[in-house]
């Protein structure tokens, strides 16, 4: 399927690791030309391993400071002269295992919240002047389950998460008007840091005794709690944002797609 996105210039926040190395990826497979933007050179070198042509530029950006995204997106604009579409793959958990809540304390909640729901909204209200500009465009944002079914497992996350949702709504309503989509992906389980970080702090809270590796720990959740009983991988995921991005999905906006093997079901 042609998707319609050749040459068009996207950025994906925190592309240099799991999902969205997996969207750059996808995207540069489009023929897009992509910034890679991330906490540290990791970007910047995934960009150089990936298209050495120059199709694929790295940044560093923190999404929680304005001026680092600030940066990125106007060194995109001058390098490329024009910017379509735009995704915060950057996420973060509070590294603390948060069953029962109070098993964290108030400050553990403040970063989780800063980077994955303020870390959003400063993104968005960057790049929402560049994408009204170069309309028609998207914005995809990153929620998860957790934010849908009041996962115990890390509730800053869960709620962070929440909050994404609901802004993708907002700000999809407000950039209707101007051919502007936005939409966020829900994934449910996928290999990557962020997920083995989910385990390691349950495995170093729980008694020696009932402790489980990585491998058996998800596969009884994902037996439990999806439908296909099966991992999702960055690729899925990445499948389903590229194809938000393109005209395919011309009407799709303020949606919430997950790609997490049936775990939540839209009524
Ligand atoms: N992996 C899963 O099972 C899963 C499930 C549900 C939701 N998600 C969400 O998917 C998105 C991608 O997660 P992933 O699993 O690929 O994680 P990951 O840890 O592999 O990648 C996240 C990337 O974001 C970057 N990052 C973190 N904080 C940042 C900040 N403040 N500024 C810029 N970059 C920052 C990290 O350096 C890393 O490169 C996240 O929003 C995550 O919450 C993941």
Redesign the pocket.
Known sequence: MDLQLDRQVGIV??G?????LAIVQQMLAEGMRVVV????N?GVAVANGLSPSGDCRGHV????DEQDVRSVVQQTIDAWDGLQHVVV????GSGKFGFPFWNLKPADWRRVLD??IL?SAIVADAVQGPLRENAPGTLLL?????GQIGSQTDPPYSAA?AAVINFAQCAAKDLAPYDVRVNAI?????Q????RAVWKSWHDQTPEEERVDYDAWAAEKIDKIAPLARWQT?EDVANAAVFLMSPRAKNITGQTVNVDGGQVMHS
């Open positions: 926040f925190g240099a690791s799991g999902i969205g933007s991330d906490l540290s990791d950006a923190d999404i929680t793959a950057a996420g973060t980077v994955n870390g990153f929620a998860s389950v957790a998460k829900a994934p449910g389980m996928v990557t840091p962020l997920n960055a």
